[in-house]
């Protein structure tokens, strides 16, 4: 059984070290691992208690049934602290006869000698108070006075039951008024199956009715034939039997050690074992694997959907903002102003110029000197262009807005899953943590459209391509700076004759007039640098965006991988348990 005993125990620590080491979201699995946790630590200290130390003993009950006094009554001196106030206890407090009578890491939390007494306890620390009162029965016991099982703070529960996993024997504590409390029942029947020495005491008594309705009861709840020992009320003129007052309470509880030692109590404490971890299995397997598959298939299924996600496009368009470089561009373009946008233009204007063409053609012809018939507007007054950071931010928001919709919305079953009482908002909001913020869009379109129009206005004062290249070839030629001036007046010429002939539409000058429009069009199309800059800021754009909204999913999905284990983590400790529970 020795053997036995030890390979269950090594077992059960792998077990209990790979939960441990599990990766959990905050939540109720979280919750529900570390309880489990704890009561894994208490089965291990059973498993391997070489009983080297006396039984450690506790007591049990609900608010005001006096379990502090019991204790200071039975070691004859006032240890713990006692008061009609509720929750007063609100940690547990070891009496006993030295510090190392405790075992080492009991109840897996720190340890703490008490000097002033009485001691009151203190939440997640086992206070220890050393007295040479009672030495007859600390010497055989250590006693462990316990927080309130029925109280309004559910933390002095949880501290009472972590006494109970991990104490050898108990002292169940009842009053007149509180032995039907429902909250007891549970440990009643977990002693019973964890074979666990129990002693039950109705406090506060004042007639033997009570007592023995106790144990009927208590022979309903898995504990036939229990003695029940009754501790009577300070003012009542009730006595109990002999066999049933304080002092044989003392008795029973010092001859704990040798009923737990006894031959005859091997067979039902291994089984006792057997059962307890079993139990740690089930709930391992119901209270924190399932709910961890459960959101792992959820994590699979969220993530593919994200990745899955079409993101949405830039749709930034800043032509606006070139849209006046590229008409002051042309108008000093030489191939637009020998162009068919332009030739149209001046054909338009023929009657003005018929009108001025005696003042015009002297002009020409004696000084060289065209005249401007569409001068730019003084007053005219550009459109504001869209605000493109304000733009790109609401369509990151936009995204924002589909990522909570797929992780928070239950609808299409991606909702995370929660536990009764878990709040989703408190558990499941770690997201948005991750999220980056709207502005990260908007410096895209900032920086972008910051470098446009330094390239705006760099190219502001300067020639066009097409002018520049025509000018250079000029330059080595007599009178080349004249024949650019006269490419401006060509149109006019053009126009004049074109209308003195009427042959705007005939066969002939259709013919000249398309074929030098067609090759004056090619060359405009491809001398446009500002189309081609407007092009290339749009692509620029569109692509930081794009990979904007690509890092935003990758960080959704990098949060998806921390809310619940690998699934190899899973399959290995689902694999553990199958070999401990065999």
């Known amino acids: 059984m020795a053997h036995s005993g030890e390979n269950l125990a090594a077992s059960l620590a792998e077990l209990a070290a790979a939960v441990g080491a599990l990766r959990l979201p905050q939540g109720a699995i979280a919750a529900a ?12 200290f059973h498993l391997r208690d070489r009983r080297e130390h006396p039984p450690m003993v506790a007591v049990l009950g609900g608010t005001g049934t006096g379990k502090s006094t019991l204790i200071n009554r039975l070691l004859g001196a006032e240890l713990c602290a006692a008061s009609f106030r509720r929750t007063y206890t609100s940690g547990p407090i070891a009496v006993t006869s030295a510090t190392t009578a405790i075992p080492p890491n ?14 009151r306890g203190r939440p997640l620390r086992l206070c220890i108070v050393t007295t040479a009162a009672a030495a007859g029965l600390l010497a055989r016991i250590n006693l462990v ?42 440990y009643y029947r977990l002693a019973r199956r964890y074979a666990l020495p129990a002693a039950f005491v109705m406090n506060k008594c004042q007639e033997q009715g009570a007592v023995d309705d106790f144990a009927a009861q208590l022979a309903e709840r898995h504990w036939p034939g229990a003695a029940v020992f009754a501790v009577p009320r300070d003012d009542a003129a009730y006595e109990p039997p002999p066999d049933a007052g304080l002092s044989a309470l003392a008795q029973t509880l010092a001859e704990l050690p040798r009923h737990m030692s006894s031959q005859a109590n091997a067979a039902p404490r291994a089984e006792a074992l057997r059962l307890r971890v079993a139990d740690l299995l089930g709930r391992l397997r119901d209270q924190v694997l399932a709910p961890l598959r459960h959101r792992r298939v959820w994590v699979q299924r969220t993530k593919l959907a994200l990745q899955a996600m079409t993101a949405p496009q830039a749709a930034v368009d800043v032509s606006p ?16 102003l020998m162009g068919p946008q332009r030739m149209l233009q001046r054909v338009r204007q023929v009657p003005g110029l018929l009108l001025r063409l005696p003042r015009t053609a002297w002009d020409l012809l004696m000084h060289g000197q065209g005249v401007r ?30 990522i909570d919709d797929l992780i928070a919305s239950p609808e299409g079953g991606a909702a995370p ?138 960080r959704v999905c990098a949060w998806l991988e921390e809310q619940a284990p690998s699934e190899q983590d899973l399959l290995r400790i689902e694999a553990m348990a199958d070999r401990l529970g065999a």
């Open 33 to 44: 691992a570390q309880r489990w946790h704890a009561d894994a630590a208490a089965a291990l």
């Open 106 to 119: 009991w109840l897996g939390l720190p340890h703490e000698l008490v000097n002033e007494l009485p001691a």
């Open 145 to 186: 006075d316990t927080p309130d099982l029925d109280g309004d703070q559910p933390a002095h529960h949880a501290e009472a039951d972590r006494v109970f996993r991990w104490a050898q024997a108990l002292v169940f504590l009842v009053t007149p008024e509180k032995y039907q409390m429902t909250e007891l029942f549970p």
């Open 321 to 336: 903002l070139t849209r006046q470089l590229q008409h002051r561009l042309q108008e000093q373009s030489i191939l637009y």
């Open 373 to 402: 018939l569409d001068p730019p507007a003084a007053d005219a007054k550009p459109a504001p262009a869209p605000d493109f950071a304000a733009i790109l931010a609401d369509q990151f928001t936009v995204l924002h807005s589909r």
């Open 417 to 554: 899953p929660t536990r009764e009482g878990e709040s989703e908002q408190n558990a499941d909001m770690g997201w948005r943590a991750v999220m980056l913020p709207p502005a990260a869009a908007a410096d895209i379109a900032r920086e972008e459209l910051a470098e446009l129009t330094r390239w705006l206005e760099q190219r502001w004062h300067s020639a066009p391509r097409d002018t520049a290249a025509l000018q250079r070839l000029l330059r080595h030629l007599p009178g080349g700076e004249s024949l650019v001036k006269w490419s401006e007046a060509a149109p006019y010429l053009l126009a004049v004759v074109v209308a003195a002939h009427g042959a705007v539409f005939g066969p002939v000058d259709l013919l000249i007039i398309g074929g030098f429009s067609l090759a004056t069009w090619l060359g405009e199309k491809l001398s446009n640098e500002v189309t081609a800059r407007t092009r290339q800021a749009n692509e620029r754009i569109a692509r930081r965006y794009a990979r904007l909204v690509q890092d935003q999913i990758e």
